[in-house]
């Protein structure tokens, strides 16, 4: 289990009270109030446990951004939850003011992300006071001083709860707790084992922390294995026992609402794009749900099925192999050790292999965790996913959605057919889903279940019950509609037109787009053709709209020359650590005699890039082409479906500084050796600087387009990278070649390891002649220029020589054409134990759910549309 940085507070505004001791009430007028607003956010690490933010404050110039810990710098953070236009009431007028209404700018605010502790939002305002009423459940008391904002009279302890964005455990309300004795009722865990009680069997992290002498227990309860997830109760004496644990139908609607598909929620996903997206991975879902089905029939008869709440800003991760759950997993009820449901598999087969790749943890005592004593668990309540499955599948068959799972046709056989008992019609499936019970009210449900006006009752219609809804007619034009083939069929393929509105041309014979103009709003046409056919694609003209002053050296220099980094050197490999102003001075300055060719490894990247260079976060973001796709939040960014409750997958934006190898006598190396990513990928070359004292720079083997020549013999163009890309079709031959070669070379490599995950080949003009005259590869070669943009497909092998000094931003995406192959390429990268985090970097198996949930809802709610024009 991990906790990560909570999104949400980037943006926000926050009030603050700093000081080493907790301010005296009485001294209100005296304190430093601080206002600003959040860059970032992070949990640095589980040990240590401070919540972090990157500030700008308001009375600072803008480059004066720092990272404080909000546990030890501040005793009050107020965050803001929106900004309101307040009228002030009357009773609200300071004395000696005339009683009038007066619109002031007041702050919504929660000392959380969520609510506090008694579900209530905090009411305060920079530089004045606002009626905020106080709230007897919690020991927070409202203070007015003069003209001074609303403050908190709280303990720095509670204050670190609410931060944290957890509502204050049950046990310390003793209104509560009084009902709970009395009643003997069980309740869920809501704080770690650490603070309920010393005789309460204690989870693995906790014994960890209370190991620790001298140390303070973990500020958040979330850190605890059994939060949200065991059950207690207080025993007739009155002390809290060990209650069993929350079982799948034990959710409440907060809990459910985060998986089933929203028909009102206010989403940008419309019906084309809900439709394209599940044309791609509804018949992997469907694979995903046998394959839990199937992990489900390894239970035990009398097992019973625990059920894990979902954590807000936790990533629950398997012990053994550090992989994202997804759903199903098994639990030690002892100590909280986690398994996936493929490392509770492979301790089954008793592989020496999987030992060897996948030691699990002892547990109490150091005794051995028996698979066989495990509790199994699942992450997704009650029936939602089984539900959600079953819709998906309804809904393609009505919308006429390609899908080719051994499930199509039996959902619209079923709809054909209704002979039914008690309202129930069974199904017998031939597949792993066995027997399938669809209620009658079910479907109803899945076409109109929370629109009444899809219900009502039609002109001289059938008898009508209490609600005035007609239920005979309207489950007859919903079984006559999905019968009689009412529904849309896209075509195969939208053929290829001229597409003379997109400024583009064809390289390589129609093999690689180059897409002219960045900004034109009908480029996803286009590269659409091209992009679910694995074909690479190359965008120009982005540095036209960026900001350059931002993106150059000497602007990076000036900024992060304190900061340190690893240089790595690309001709041998050697990574040393040394100063970010070492490598940026000698970016363009090559006149000292260092011919040295050095990249600057992985700084910065993801959140802290963001945090470290908000402009530069900003400046991209707003010129990023094709941002259907490549954008964080783009529709076709498969990856912008996670909630924001959950921890999304770092996929940047990451720096990529390089030399070019003009300044090296020798130029038969890269500076990103051949290689593939799971995820998508767009990289983006906002700065090119050539070199003083750069030597001459070899342009034989290039065998480019003649398009590309062009461009070179253009001096309104700047060359700076040479990349070579491979169509991931040609992966296994790839392989063998390399195989092959490296026995040439008197290098023997073990069969089980991949050449392509070891970053030592860089291929060469002769290398690469002979790989299309021997195995008949053909890849794409390409030259950046300043302003391209070129996006690569998940799983497109790719190298990188850079001709000049670059500075690339790399952006990782997730598109619905290639997010099965990104999950294949994860699960086979289980099998190395050098590339574990793969899977944990994607979280596939949560975007495809919530992919589907999202597309499944406005479906759901077309259709209840489409069946209000027709009652209409």
């Known amino acids: 289990m991990a906790v990560e940085a909570r999104p949400e507070m980037v943006g926000k505004r926050f009030l603050c009270v700093s000081g080493e001791e907790p301010p005296e009430l009485a001294e209100i007028g005296r304190w430093r109030w601080r206002a600003g607003v959040i860059r970032a956010v992070s949990h640095r690490s589980n040990e240590d446990r401070d919540l972090t933010v990157y500030v700008e404050f308001d009375d600072l110039e803008w480059d004066k951004r720092e990272w404080v810990k909000v546990y030890e710098d501040f005793q009050i953070f107020l965050l803001e939850h929106q900004l309101v236009w307040a009228k002030r009431k009357d009773s609200a007028q300071p004395q000696g003011t005339k009683s009038k209404p007066i619109q002031w700018p007041a702050l919504v605010s929660t000392p959380s992300l969520t609510t506090t502790a008694c579900g209530e939002l905090f009411a305060c305002c920079f530089g004045t006071a606002v009626n905020w009423p106080f709230c007897p459940t919690c020991d927070i008391h409202a203070v007015t001083f003069g003209a001074a904002p609303w403050v908190l009279d709280v303990t720095l302890d509670a204050l670190c709860l609410l931060l944290d964005g957890i509502p204050r455990s049950v046990l310390k309300d003793w209104r509560k707790v009084k009902k709970l004795k009395q009643t003997g009722e069980s309740f869920l865990q809501d704080d770690s084992c650490s603070e309920i009680g010393p005789n309460l069997q204690k989870c693995r992290e906790c014994r960890v922390v209370r190991s620790r002498k001298g140390e303070e227990p973990a500020h958040s309860p979330v850190f605890c294995r059994f939060y949200h997830f065991r059950r207690l109760s207080y025993s007739k004496n009155g002390v809290i026992r060990i209650d069993g644990f929350s079982s799948p139908d034990q959710y409440d ?161 079923l709809l054909t057919k209704l002979p039914s008992t008690n309202g129930v019609s069974q199904v017998w499936r031939e597949d792993s889903f066995t027997c399938v019970q669809l209620p009658i009210a079910y479907l109803i449900q899945l076409y109109s279940s929370v629109r009444p006006s899809a219900l009502h009752l039609r002109q001289g219609g059938n008898s009508t019950g209490k609600s005035g809804r007609s239920m005979p007619n309207i489950l007859d034009d919903i079984i006559a509609s999905v019968a009689r083939g009412d529904r849309k069929k896209p075509g195969a393929g939208e053929p290829t037109r001229s597409h003379a509105d997109i400024p583009h041309t064809w390289l390589y014979e129609r093999r ?74 000698g970016f363009e300055d090559l006149t000292n005699g260092d011919t040295v060719v050095y990249r600057l490894k992985d700084w910065p990247s993801g959140e802290e890039f963001m945090a470290l260079m908000p402009s530069r976060y900003d400046d991209l973001m707003k010129n990023l082409p094709l941002p259907e796709y490549s954008d964080p939040e783009g529709n076709l960014n498969l990856a912008s479906h996670l909630p924001t409750f959950f921890v999304r997958p770092d996929l940047g934006p990451r720096l990529c500084c390089a030399y070019g190898v003009a300044a090296s006598q020798e130029q038969d190396f890269g500076t990103a050796n051949l290689h593939l990513e799971v995820s998508d990928i767009m990289s983006v070359l906002v700065y090119v600087g050539v070199a003083k004292g750069n030597g001459v720079l070899s342009k034989t083997g290039w065998d480019l387009d003649e398009n590309l020549k062009k461009r070179l013999k253009d001096s309104s163009e700047t060359p700076g990278a040479l990349w070579h890309i491979y169509g991931s079709k040609d992966v296994e031959k790839i392989k063998e070649f390399l195989y092959k070669v490296a026995k040439e070379q008197g290098v023997e490599v073990p069969p089980e390891q991949d050449p392509i995950r070891e970053p030592g080949w860089y291929l060469n003009r002769k290398l690469r002649q002979r790989l299309l005259e021997e195995q008949g590869v053909q890849g794409w070669t390409v030259v950046q220029f300043l302003g391209d943009s070129i996006l690569i497909p998940a799983g497109a092998l790719h190298q990188v020589q850079n001709l000049h000094s670059c500075v690339q931003v790399i952006n990782d995406f997730v598109s619905p054409e290639h997010v099965v192959h990104s999950f294949h390429l994860t699960q086979e990268l289980r099998s190395s134990k050098e590339d574990i985090n793969y899977e944990d970097k994607l979280q596939v198996k949560n975007i495809f759910y919530h992919c589907v949930k999202n597309a499944v809802g406005t479906l759901k709610r077309c259709c209840a549309e489409e069946l209000d024009e027709e009652n209409s």
């Open 253 to 413: 609607d907060e809990a459910i609402s985060l998986w089933v598909p929203d028909m009102y929620e206010d989403s940008e996903l419309d019906l084309e794009t809900s439709k394209y997206i599940l044309s791609y991975i509804g018949d992997k879902f469907c694979q995903l749900v046998k394959t839990e089905n199937n992990a489900a029939s390894w239970i035990k008869k009398d097992a019973k099925m625990a059920w894990k709440r979902a954590v807000r800003g936790v990533r629950e991760m398997c012990d053994a192999c550090e992989a994202t759950l997804f759903n199903i997993h098994w639990v030690c009820q002892k100590c909280g050790f986690v398994v996936c449901l493929d490392c509770y598999k492979a301790k089954e087969r008793k592989s020496s292999k999987d030992k060897e790749l996948y030691a699990w943890l002892k547990c109490v005592k150091g005794q051995p965790h028996d698979h066989k004593h495990l509790m199994p668990t699942q992450i997704i309540p009650g029936t939602v996913l089984t539900d959600l499955v079953n819709t998906m599948h309804v809904l393609r068959e009505k919308y006429g959605i390609k899908a080719h799972c051994t499930c199509v046709g039996k959902h619209n056989s």
């Open 512 to 585: 690689l787009l180059w897409l002219k103009d960045h900004r034109n709003a009908n480029n996803w046409k286009l590269f659409r053709e091209c992009w679910r056919q694995g074909q690479p694609v190359l965008v120009s003209g982005v540095h036209k709209k960026l900001n350059s002053n931002l993106w150059k050296a000497e602007s990076f220099n000036q900024e992060f020359a304190d900061h340190q980094g690893d240089l790595l050197n690309c001709k041998d490999g050697v990574v040393s650590n040394s100063g970010i102003k070492e490598f940026w001075d």
